[in-house]
């Protein structure tokens, strides 16, 4: 075999592997990517519905329960899923406080069969406002499910 047949061989087989690396099973199960985005979103439509319900503690459930949660808004960053179910009911007190909760604009990106970045849109539907922002969170595929890890939420003004 000639120099440049070799070197053929030898990008085949590296392309060969590195397909082969692509559909390595995940957890003993193929990774279907819309799957885990639909999962995702039902986590999310399950956040909506609880805070939608006037119930944050079935809101939180979306998020990571540990100590390592990050939440970073209003130039604030706090750790935890407690500390961040109290600041909720700090800032939410109440049914009118908390109002109808709308996502919109949600994008699901999969960083990996155990990760994934959501970007979306926010909205409170009150009767005395409307305030709303963007959020960036990271998911992390736990054995709970998908779960919130990282959110970062900022308020636009009006």
């Known amino acids: 075999m000639g120099l440049d047949m070799k070197r053929i061989m030898s990008y085949l087989f590296y392309a060969a592997v590195l397909l082969g690396v692509s559909c390595i099973e995940y957890g003993g199960e193929p990774f279907d990517p819309a799957a885990e985005k639909a999962a995702v979103r039902a986590v999310l439509d399950a956040q909506v519905a609880?805070?939608?319900?006037?119930?944050?503690?079935?809101?939180?459930?979306?998020?990571?329960?540990?100590?390592?949660?990050?939440?970073?808004?209003?130039?604030?960053?706090?750790?935890?899923?407690?500390?961040?179910?109290q600041a909720y009911r700090r800032g939410y007190p109440d049914r009118e406080r908390m109002g109808h909760l709308v996502f919109s604009e949600v994008d699901i990106r999969m960083l990996s069969p155990d990760a994934a970045l959501v970007f979306g849109r926010w909205q409170l539907e009150r009767e005395e406002d409307s305030p709303w922002g963007l959020y960036t969170l990271i998911v992390r595929k736990t054995a709970g499910g998908w779960r919130v890890v990282h959110d970062h939420t900022s308020s636009a003004a009006e």
């Open 50 to 85: 609880g805070w939608n319900s006037g119930d944050l503690t079935a809101y939180m459930q979306g998020y990571a329960h540990t100590d390592s949660l990050r939440f970073a808004s209003g130039g604030t960053v706090r750790y935890g899923w407690e500390a961040t179910l």
